[in-house]
């Protein structure tokens, strides 16, 4: 350990320290007085008994939030998971004083939840801080953090800016579905039907290749997903998205009409005249262009709300939650129910207005009567 006076007066104290690598490492901090210096010297040398000095975490806790990004996260996400990372740093960067990781705590995180979420959606917000949170857990594990600051924390967000989850109603679905399939010459229209139909997410459509397809038993094999910036194939979101979704007969026989005769199974199923696998700009600027001349009107409505109107369709023909979450490929139902809980609740509703109306029905004779006569 060292301790200097400096030409100002105050105090520089030093400590220096090998990893368990060999490579040494240092930090030093400046003091108004010597005693403040010697308590310093004395707490860092008994961290360093105590092996729980670390380098990673004398960093704002931004970027050591982007150096997790950067170690763990970002080679297995895909261009709108990267896109939302870097969003979430910025709204670190932006919105958090300098506090280096290592002394973060629950009072300056919450006044960054309030500060942020006073003007984002609860989406954004409760994305953020599960992200932020995964960052927290993995530091924690590290040693460079000592505790869980963001473990409980209540979100705060604005009400306004809240959205509910944008989906066509049936007879929309109807018409985009039919209007594809007897103009189904655009590439990025095969792809908005088959989100529309199998619940799939654009990545996991982009990767397609024929060998996925099984026209004899009508199913679709997710297996991987397509990394459009880098223009490769990747993995899936999860291992849960690893899954086989059964297809029906008419998004069966549309993908068998564009099938090339020589098509290997390994060549991919939706790729434009030029061989370049649509983008997520180009399915989205398709997609606008089908709701306006089919005058269909939707704010907000995107790629992913073809997902979401799968669910919807789903939900009201009563397809168990389970069966739902497993073609999705969520990790588990609980995924599920978070995700879309405005649509389970809608739901829910009209299923308690139909036991009702059957239960009020156990005592009305005239209702039973009726009911035998059909029967």
Known sequence: ME????????????????????KRHSKSKRFDTKSMATQ?????????????????????????????FETYKEDSV???TYRTYVTAYHALKNNMPSILASKMDRK??????????????????????????????DAIYDGDIKKDFIRATDLVYDKEKTRQIEYLNIDD?????????????????????????????????QGLTWGD??????????????????RTFKDTKNEASKRIIRANNQLMYVLQQIKPENASSSDQVFVTDQGTVPTSAAVNKSLQRLLKHLKIQKDGFHFHSLRHTHVAFLLANHIDLYIISKRLGHADVTTTSKTYSYLIEEYRIKSDNKIESILDNINNPDAQNNKRESN
Request: aromatic share 16%; with cysteine; net charge positive.
């Open 40 to 68: 310093w010297v004395i707490e860092m040398e008994n961290r360093k008994y105590k092996d729980e000095l670390s380098v990673n975490g004398d960093i704002p806790f931004a970027e050591y939030f982007w150096k997790w």
């Open 3 to 22: 301790i200097r006076k400096q030409p100002n007066g105050k105090y520089k104290a030093q400590i220096r320290w090998f990893d368990a690598d060999g």
């Open 173 to 205: 679905m109807q018409t985009l579905s039919t209007y594809i399939i007897d103009h189904h010459y655009y590439t990025s229209r095969l792809m908005i039907l088959t989100a529309l139909l199998t619940g799939a997410r654009l990545g996991e459509i």
């Open 108 to 137: 300056a995180y919450r006044q960054f939840i309030v500060k942020y979420g006073s003007n984002h959606a609860k989406s954004t917000i409760s994305k953020f801080n599960a992200l932020y949170h995964a960052c927290v857990k």
């Open 213 to 230: 397809i099984s026209f004899p038993f009508h199913t679709i094999t997710i297996k991987r997903s397509w990394n459009e910036s880098k």
């Open 78 to 80: 895909g261009d709108r």
